[in-house]
């Protein structure tokens, strides 16, 4: 299946940014998912390429145009699902990631200045979603992480499903945080001189034992750290 994201953005070069490396890169180049950018100044009015005009009611800043945003939309042939990326959204959490994987197309708009005109989120019902309570100074980064997090969850992508099934938030983890992980040398001395041991149970090789720790492991973590989770 090829995932196809269609981005409405004033920065089209900020793409694919990050996403054109490692997994996601080599995804990207086998096909796995791929993306367009419309460039929204493209549908700007007058010599300058105007896309935005000052908010009614008065205040600080400007406001993009509900026109000029609805005719970059329209020039998308097959938006599939609208998001307009906002902090004002809900909440963008592993459980919505993995429904945006799973749809053929999303179209993502991502916003400047003050934000966009709400008649055109209205009238083209786009779905506000956030990546959290902080204020970015474009949609761009947050379009990104979005793409990210659901592009890591294509089939093939990881090369191990396994990964992703026991991640922090998954069911696989009870939608805990996941426990910690160790790796060699077995005894590490730190530059403090202290020698850091792995804990035993992990070189036990008593499967059902080391499942147990880092069940609780992941309990206890969640409990410190993010005891909503927990009442979830
Ligand atoms: N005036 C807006 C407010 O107070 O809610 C903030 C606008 S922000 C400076 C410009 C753009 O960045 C927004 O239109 C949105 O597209 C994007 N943005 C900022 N913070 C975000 C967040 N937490 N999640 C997703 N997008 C965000």
């Given at each position: 299946?090829n995932?196809?994201?269609?981005?409405?953005?004033?920065?089209?070069?900020?793409?694919?940014?990050?996403?054109?490396?490692?997994?996601?890169?080599?995804?990207?180049?086998?096909?796995?998912?791929?993306?367009?950018?419309?460039?929204i100044?493209?549908?700007?009015?007058?010599?300058?390429?105007?896309?935005?005009?000052?908010?009614?009611?008065?205040?600080?800043?400007?406001?993009?145009?509900?026109?000029?945003?609805?005719?970059?939309?329209?020039?998308?042939?097959?938006?599939?699902?609208?998001?307009?990326?906002?902090?004002?959204?809900?909440?963008?959490?592993?459980?919505?990631v993995?429904?945006?994987?799973?749809?053929?197309?999303?179209?993502?708009?991502?916003?400047?200045?003050?934000?966009?005109?709400?008649?055109?989120?209205?009238?083209?019902?786009?779905?506000?979603?956030?990546?959290?309570?902080?204020?970015?100074?474009?949609?761009?980064?947050?379009?990104?992480?979005?793409?990210?997090?659901?592009?890591?969850?294509?089939?093939?992508?990881?090369?191990?499903?396994?990964?992703?099934?026991?991640?922090?938030?998954?069911?696989?983890?009870?939608?805990?945080?996941?426990?910690?992980?160790?790796?060699?040398?077995?005894?590490?001395?730190?530059?403090?001189?202290?020698?850091?041991?792995?804990?035993?149970?992990?070189?036990?090789?008593?499967?059902?034992?080391?499942?147990?720790?880092?069940?609780?492991?992941?309990?206890?973590?969640?409990?410190?750290?993010?005891?909503?989770?927990?009442?979830?």
């Amino acid at each position: 299946m090829n995932w196809h994201v269609n981005i409405l953005t004033l920065f089209p070069e900020m793409f694919p940014g990050s996403l054109g490396q490692s997994l996601s890169g080599k995804a990207l180049d086998r096909g796995d998912w791929s993306y367009s950018c419309v460039n929204i100044r493209d549908f700007g009015e007058g010599v300058h390429k105007t896309v935005d005009d000052t908010p009614y009611g008065g205040g600080a800043g400007m406001v993009m145009r509900a026109d000029i945003i609805e005719s970059a939309l329209l020039s998308v042939e097959n938006p599939g699902r609208k998001i307009y990326l906002s902090p004002r959204g809900k909440p963008l959490t592993q459980a919505l990631v993995q429904e945006f994987s799973q749809e053929p197309a999303l179209t993502l708009l991502c916003g400047r200045y003050e934000g966009v005109d709400q008649r055109v989120l209205d009238a083209h019902e786009f779905e506000e979603v956030s990546i959290g309570d902080y204020v970015l100074s474009g949609g761009e980064p947050a379009a990104l992480i979005l793409m990210d997090a659901c592009i890591r969850l294509l089939p093939g992508v990881m090369g191990n499903d396994e990964t992703v099934s026991e991640e922090s938030f998954s069911e696989g983890a009870g939608g805990m945080l996941e426990y910690p992980h160790y790796t060699r040398p077995a005894d590490w001395q730190s530059a403090s001189g202290d020698v850091l041991s792995v804990p035993e149970v992990l070189t036990s090789g008593n499967h059902a034992k080391i499942e147990e720790w880092r069940r609780a492991q992941s309990e206890k973590l969640t409990a410190a750290r993010r005891p909503d989770l927990l009442k979830k």
